[in-house]
């Protein structure tokens, strides 16, 4: 399964930033720095207009993840490959939050 999320200012407000907490986060589980990392699924984040640098999240996050950006739109790519049970529930769940502030 792959979900794309869009977050995208609206052209009528001079935005400074925007930022996305994760609040929660549980995509898979981590392997491996090396090799097949994230068996799973993994979550990647795209800016418009910057170059795509690679990178995925997997696993569970041990408390909030802010992330910060200053263009016009961000994506979120989830990937979940295989959904399955874990001692605390599911391997899939997240909770995530979003602002874009005004130049003041």
Same mark, same amino acid.
């Given at each position: 399964?792959?979900? $794309?999320?869009?977050?995208?200012? /609206? +052209?009528?407000? %001079? #935005? *400074?930033?925007?930022?996305?907490?994760?609040?929660? !986060?549980?995509? @898979? +589980?981590?392997?491996? !720095?090396?090799?097949? @990392?994230?068996?799973? &699924?993994a *979550?990647? #984040?795209?800016? %418009? $207009? /910057?170059?795509?640098? &690679?990178?995925?999240?997997?696993?569970?996050?041990? &408390?909030?993840? #802010?992330?910060y %950006?200053?263009?016009?739109?961000?994506? #979120? !790519?989830?990937? *979940?490959?295989? *959904? %399955?049970?874990?001692?605390?529930?599911? $391997?899939?769940?997240? /909770?995530?939050?979003?602002? !874009?502030? /005004? +130049? @003041?």
């Amino acid at each position: 399964m792959q979900c $794309n999320v869009v977050y995208e200012k /609206r +052209r009528d407000y %001079s #935005i *400074l930033t925007g930022w996305l907490t994760f609040d929660s !986060f549980t995509l @898979g +589980r981590f392997v491996s !720095f090396t090799t097949d @990392g994230c068996p799973d &699924g993994a *979550l990647q #984040i795209s800016e %418009s $207009n /910057r170059p795509q640098v &690679g990178g995925s999240w997997c696993g569970t996050s041990w &408390g909030p993840a #802010i992330y910060y %950006s200053e263009t016009n739109s961000v994506t #979120i !790519f989830v990937y *979940l490959y295989r *959904l %399955s049970r874990m001692e605390t529930g599911y $391997n899939f769940d997240y /909770r995530m939050e979003y602002k !874009f502030l /005004r +130049r @003041g």
